[in-house]
C-alpha cells in the first residue's frame, strides 16, 4: 500500500508564496510520473504540474513561472513551489503517483492539504 503525506499547505495573501511537500512511503523513482492536482470549491480535480521518472517537467498554463515542481530522491519527495499566488489559485491540492501495472495501471492519491490565498 503505497502513502502519499503532503504537506506545506496554509493561508497566505495573494503575491505570497507557499511550498508543499508529498513525501512517498516507496522510491518516487518507481512511479512513472508523480504530479500535483488541485480541486477549488463546486470545480472539477484538475492537473497542475508533472514530473517524470526520468526527471522531465510540464505544468498547466495558468501556473507557468509561478509554480516549479521539483523532486528529492533521496527523501522521496516532490515538491511544488508556489510564488506569486492568486486568489485563483485557492483549492486542495493532492498529490498524485502514476505506475504502470499489468493488467491495469496503479493511481495513487494522498490526502490533500488546503491552500488559501486571500486577496
Known amino acids: 500500500q503505497v502513502q502519499l503525506v503532503e504537506s506545506g499547505g496554509g493561508l497566505v495573501q495573494a503575491g505570497g508564496s507557499l511550498r508543499l511537500s508529498c513525501t512517498a512511503s516507496r522510491s518516487i523513482l518507481t512511479f512513472n510520473t508523480m504530479g500535483w492536482y488541485r480541486q477549488a470549491p463546486g470545480k472539477q480535480r484538475e492537473l497542475v504540474a508533472t514530473?517524470?521518472?526520468?526527471?522531465?517537467?510540464d505544468n498547466v498554463d495558468s501556473v507557468e513561472g509561478r509554480f516549479t515542481i521539483s523532486r528529492d530522491i533521496r527523501k522521496n519527495t516532490v515538491n511544488l513551489q508556489m510564488n506569486s499566488l492568486k486568489p485563483e489559485d485557492t483549492a486542495a491540492y493532492y498529490c498524485?503517483?502514476?505506475?504502470?501495472?499489468?493488467?491495469?495501471?496503479?493511481?495513487?492519491w494522498g490526502q490533500g492539504t488546503l491552500v488559501t490565498v486571500s486577496p
Open positions: 514530473i517524470t521518472s526520468g526527471g522531465d517537467t
Open positions: 498524485n503517483a502514476k505506475e504502470s501495472r499489468r493488467p491495469k495501471n496503479l493511481e495513487h
